[in-house]
């Protein structure tokens, strides 16, 4: 079973189908997210929850999405993949240590960030767009990259990748450690990996979001900011840094901004993603 779990191809199917329920049940919250990193107009949470849904309808919360669905599946296939070679990388056993596992999960997060980088841009220049009477400057994700490669060609679309990769590599390691480790802690004795309980994936997938935006957010905010700037507004990433750094409201809640939603959304998102995975698991173990 140990092997069956550890094939890279399966993991690729799996993990994609992981990805889609993960999108579907986070996207609203993770344009609250965004908004709130890259504009300093809202209170908090609920004021921008609110003020998104009497401007723009229930429409605003899912802008972007076409994005992640058309990426995501990928993104979280290769990630998932990422995390199988890794394990085969260390030599990770039936029950590979903790530092196995870290490394091995932040391989996965080397493996996603170089697509995720040029989809994150897309989808948070759609996300920060306001609806209102004058016209969207992009009017979905095709015309968002044909405008980002008129202006800067492959730089511009792949403008903010190395910050993606500086947020996914710790937060992958954090993410399928948690994950691995809690499936483990919570499966009764004697019971193999596909038996685990229903509740124990939800609570163990759930927690592997939080473990990975605790550790991610700091350079989420930083690749928000850095990639939804209009062109020359920084030169580097030590720019935002270093104007996150000055902001009155301190260093920490600076660059933990956004933190509320990206929490409310970490567990149900993950939660879905994992069940996802377990399910899809299963049923290729069963096929084939």
């Known amino acids: 079973m140990g092997e069956q779990r550890s094939n890279p191809v ?6 994609g189908v992981g990805g889609v329920c993960t999108v579907f049940v986070g996207h609203p919250l ?24 009497k401007s723009e309808g229930i429409r605003g919360f899912y802008k972007g999405m076409a994005t992640p669905i058309v990426g995501v599946a990928p993104i979280f296939a290769i990630s998932f993949f990422g995390f199988s070679v890794g394990k085969k990388l260390v030599g990770a056993s039936e029950a590979p240590s903790i530092g196995q596992l870290i490394v091995a ?8 960030s170089g697509i995720m980088g040029p989809g994150e841009r897309i989808k948070c220049l759609l996300q920060v767009q306001q609806a209102g009477k004058s016209e969207a400057k992009y009017k979905g994700p095709i015309d968002c990259v044909t405008q980002l490669y008129r202006q800067g060609g492959l730089r511009s679309v792949f403008r903010g990748t ?19 480790l809690l499936v483990r802690a919570l499966r009764p004795a004697g019971q193999s990996r596909d038996q685990i309980s229903l509740s124990a994936t939800i609570l163990a ?3 592997a979001g939080i473990c990975n935006w605790l550790v991610a957010i700091p350079f989420d905010t930083l690749k928000s900011r850095f990639q939804t700037a209009p062109e020359g507004t920084y ?8 104007e996150l750094r000055a902001q009155p409201e301190g260093v920490v809640r600076s660059f933990y901004r956004g ?22 698991m299963k049923g290729l173990n069963w096929a084939f």
């Open 235 to 242: 030169s580097s990433m030590l720019d935002v840094f270093k």
């Open 162 to 180: 190395l910050a993606t990769a500086m947020r996914d590599i710790p937060g992958s390691a954090a993410y399928f450690a948690s994950y691995e």
């Open 105 to 112: 999960g932040g391989t996965a997060g080397v493996f996603s």
């Open 259 to 280: 933190v509320v939603p990206v929490m409310l959304r970490a567990f149900p998102a993950n939660a879905a993603c994992f069940l996802g995975y377990e399910f899809a």
């Open 10 to 15: 399966k993991n690729f199917v799996a993990g």
């Open 30 to 53: 993770d344009t609250i997210k965004v908004r709130i990193q890259t504009s300093d107009a809202y209170k908090g949470t609920a004021d921008c929850a609110m003020r998104m849904f």
């Open 205 to 207: 997938g759930g927690t």
